[in-house]
């Protein structure tokens, strides 16, 4: 991996664990919390609530009611037997002695009633837990003869409410929240043996989570107009959890929550999902941060190591798999009790591999102008673009064994013509028989090898496949000395020399890659069948072009020929059959 890759990884994973640290991304992580965890089950038939609608409210008047009506309300619904009831209706102020009394004369009948409490709160930095500040109780009076529950509702960075306070202290006292009363009471009165408050699972701001219930299954809910009406109130109530509270647009006491955040839950409706919650016992505790940040550091050791060996294609499905994966290991961690952060690990996966394929990006540009420069000078534009599709990799540049056509082509008589001519036209004449012979090479998709003084080396089917190499080298061969004829000609009556060259080829193995030293590679060719090619090129003289049988074999249906004797041929033992290539059938 190189120095860039390491220096971007290592900011990357530093800033997700910040981030991770102070929640910089809460509103992506919850939504995804919210779209993965709420499976919105069906809510609970023991938990009723008695709604102060815009019906009842339009038939008792406007809010709030006296307490002699709050107290007639109470009545109607003890009539019903429930377990408990909770008023969600602050009544911290004294109105009327005659009306206080009523109500405190008629809840002082029961033991099941909550009233609630509500509180201000502040964060403070040394504990980093919520400090109750002040408490807003039930009148004296009232508070003496109920239970008392704290009621706030707490709304996330944005607005939803997915946690519910268990607990506070408040003067050396614990305030247990409405929704637990209710519970506790529930439980206690259905002789079923209630969760202890310390043993609630919860954050480190005594909250524990809300798991929502359906939308469209939710808790029982009948108009406080309905029920007044009604005299079987113990078909409605009896053993069961009743909740009294606003459910009016105009009493401003309604949150948008995970499941529906077009549509808005009243506060008695939250309170009603907390309270089955406890009911149900299937409570749900984010893990610590710790972790999470082991988390991180394992999918991001994960990313590290799989992103950076397979290809684009393949790491694309693996970035997506991984996604999946990491969602259901969530999910199955979710029903087993806790919940761990989804955005952050998922982050790092879509950053690794948005680096990854620029890496690779990074790395193609780079070998595209490595082979462009290493093949530009070698080979037509042609085959330029076929090695670059195929990619450095394939191409085992390091060194590989290939069966290739050799071509070695040579000016006759050059040391002649040198001493005839001055420096400048000897080069310019070189310049256009070299121009002569590469175009001829690259019309054919010929490899060029290197020049050495006025001698040509190419080689077919390398450093990519060529099909009917030997045919292809053939051609090249034929093309080239017929344009040579046409330069000799314009060279012999511009200067009075003689421009010919003779051409050999052969076909075998050779050991084909970049060869040099560190300063300098070349790619080019080695091995007997180069050396057969080289001698066949110095046997032959000005205009001819012979090929060996290797060569003639497999062009032999194309070309015409002349059968010329068998040669010994330097640095070979065996005599070898040559052929005098005349032309294209």
Same mark, same amino acid.
């Given at each position: ?47 009723? *609530? ?360 040579? *000016? ?174």
């Amino acid at each position: 991996m190189n120095r860039t890759l390491k220096v971007l990884l290592g900011i990357v994973l530093g800033l997700i664990v910040i981030f991770s640290y102070f929640n910089t991304f809460y509103s992506v992580e919850y939504s995804l919390e919210d779209s993965t965890y709420q499976y919105k089950k069906p809510a609970s038939d023991d938990i009723v *609530i008695v709604a102060i609608d815009d019906e009842s409210l339009a038939e008792y008047g406007r809010w709030p009611w006296s307490r002699e009506k709050t107290a007639e309300v109470i009545e109607k619904i003890e009539s019903g037997k429930p377990a408990a009831l909770g008023i969600d209706i602050v009544m911290s102020e004294k109105t009327t002695d005659v009306e206080d009394k009523k109500l405190v004369d008629t809840v002082s009948k029961y033991k099941n009633i909550v009233f609630p409490a509500y509180g201000v709160f502040r964060q403070t930095q040394s504990t980093d837990k919520l400090e109750l500040t002040s408490l807003s109780e039930p009148f004296k009076a009232l508070k003496e003869n109920v239970t008392i529950g704290q009621i706030n509702v707490f709304t996330d960075e944005d607005g939803i409410p997915r946690r519910a306070p268990v607990y506070f202290e408040h003067n050396s006292e614990t305030i247990s929240s409405f929704d637990y009363q209710l519970y506790k009471m529930y439980m206690q009165n259905n002789n079923k043996l209630p969760i202890e408050l310390s043993k609630i699972p919860r954050d480190k701001l005594s909250r524990m989570y809300i798991d929502y219930n359906n939308r469209y299954t939710a808790v029982p809910i009948i108009s406080l107009l309905e029920f007044i009406n009604n005299e079987d109130t113990e078909m409605y109530f009896k053993d069961k959890i009743v909740i009294l509270g606003p459910y009016a647009v105009g009493l401003n006491d309604y949150y948008y929550t995970p499941i529906d955040k077009s549509n808005q839950l009243f506060g008695v409706e939250i309170h009603a999902n907390v309270i089955q919650n406890m009911m149900e016992g299937k409570y749900k505790v984010y893990v610590d941060d710790y972790i999470n940040i082991a988390i991180i550091l394992i999918m991001a050791i994960i990313t590290l190591l799989l992103f950076r060996k397979i290809k684009p294609i393949m790491t694309t499905i693996a970035a997506v798999l991984l996604v999946i994966i990491y969602m259901l290991v969530a999910k199955y961690v979710y029903e087993k009790g806790y919940i761990i952060y989804l955005i952050y690990p998922i982050m790092w996966i879509t950053i690794h591999y948005v680096l990854a394929i620029l890496m690779r990006y990074i790395e193609k540009i780079k070998e595209i102008r490595e082979i462009t420069t290493m093949f530009g000078k070698y080979v037509s534009p042609k085959i330029v673009k076929e090695i670059l599709a195929k990619g450095e990799g394939d191409l085992k540049l390091g060194g590989t064994k290939r069966y290739v056509t050799l071509f070695f082509v040579d *000016i006759r008589g050059f040391t002649t013509m040198s001493e005839k001519l001055e420096p400048e036209k000897v080069v310019s004449v070189l310049n256009e028989y070299f121009e002569n012979c590469v175009d001829s090479i690259f019309k054919y998709d010929g490899t060029l090898d290197k020049f050495v003084g006025d001698e040509i080396m190419a080689v077919f089917n390398a450093p990519i496949d060529l099909p009917n190499h030997e045919l292809a080298a053939v051609r090249a061969a034929i093309d080239m000395r017929d344009n040579g004829r046409k330069l000799h000609d314009r060279v012999r009556e511009e200067f009075g020399v003689e421009l010919k060259f003779g051409i050999g080829l052969n076909s075998g193995y050779a050991i084909v890659g970049n060869i040099g030293t560190s300063f300098k590679m070349d790619y080019t060719c080695i091995g007997d069948a180069v050396n057969t090619a080289a001698r066949l090129q110095s046997i032959s003289k000005g205009g001819q072009i012979i090929i060996s049988k290797s060569v003639y074999d497999k062009v032999k249906d194309y070309i015409e020929v002349t059968d010329l004797d068998e040669v010994k041929v330097k640095g070979k033992e065996e005599q070898i059959k040559i052929y005098q290539v005349e032309g294209l059938l």
